[in-house]
């Protein structure tokens, strides 16, 4: 009986790893501002003619998801703001996931395949998708956006 009894005393080992680090709604000032990075970053690969924008295209699309030592697996604009994009479930963000919750913002990029046209309209339909994707941060109680529904997953801030 008294074993039982201290086996129901002890607390369950908490979850560790960044998704259970913190849990609070990221700023949305701070998610702008690593869209905006990031939005430029591949706006301006995508300038080179033809290949340019399918660079920028996967970037945008694997970003949060690349395990390169200079990005700890999110954006370069995330890792500059200390964000970081986490499965809800604890699991790990890989590259499959972050094409889910990022291929919304590769779609104007493709569009820069398109010499002078595809440069005019994928800037119009990025800021279009923006909006659209800042309403649902903004009316989401946990701050998720569509792609983040979608991928099962949040972006909270780190210390790192």
Same mark, same amino acid.
């Given at each position: 009986?008294?074993? %039982?009894? $201290?086996?129901?005393?002890?607390?369950?080992?908490?979850?560790?790893? &960044?998704?259970?680090?913190? %849990?609070?709604?990221?700023? *949305?000032?701070?998610?702008?501002?690593?869209?905006?990075?990031?939005?430029? !970053?591949?706006?301006?690969?995508?300038?080179?003619?033809?290949?340019?924008?399918?660079?920028?295209?996967?970037?945008? +699309?694997?970003?949060?998801?690349?395990?390169?030592?200079?990005?700890?697996?999110?954006?370069?604009?995330?890792?500059?703001?200390? !964000?970081?994009?986490?499965?809800?479930?604890?699991?790990?963000?890989?590259?499959?996931?972050?094409?889910?919750? $990022?291929?919304?913002?590769?779609? &104007?990029?493709? +569009?820069?395949?398109? &010499?002078?046209?595809?440069?005019?309209?994928? &800037?119009?339909?990025? *800021?279009?998708?923006?909006? *659209?994707?800042?309403? +649902?941060? !903004?009316?989401?109680?946990?701050?998720?956006?569509?792609?983040?529904?979608?991928?099962?997953?949040?972006?909270?801030?780190?210390?790192?």
């Amino acid at each position: 009986m008294e074993e %039982t009894k $201290n086996q129901e005393a002890r607390p369950e080992p908490k979850p560790e790893g &960044p998704a259970h680090r913190a %849990t609070a709604k990221a700023d *949305l000032g701070k998610r702008f501002v690593a869209i905006l990075i990031d939005g430029i !970053l591949s706006g301006l690969i995508g300038l080179v003619p033809v290949i340019g924008g399918l660079i920028g295209a996967a970037y945008m +699309l694997t970003r949060d998801g690349l395990n390169f030592d200079f990005m700890d697996k999110r954006s370069l604009g995330k890792k500059l703001m200390k !964000l970081r994009p986490v499965r809800v479930d604890g699991g790990e963000v890989d590259v499959s996931v972050s094409v889910k919750r $990022n291929f919304i913002f590769a779609i &104007p990029l493709v +569009l820069m395949i398109i &010499p002078v046209l595809g440069w005019i309209l994928a &800037p119009i339909l990025s *800021l279009v998708v923006m909006i *659209l994707e800042v309403v +649902l941060v !903004l009316s989401d109680e946990e701050g998720r956006r569509w792609g983040d529904k979608f991928a099962g997953t949040k972006v909270i801030e780190v210390d790192e």
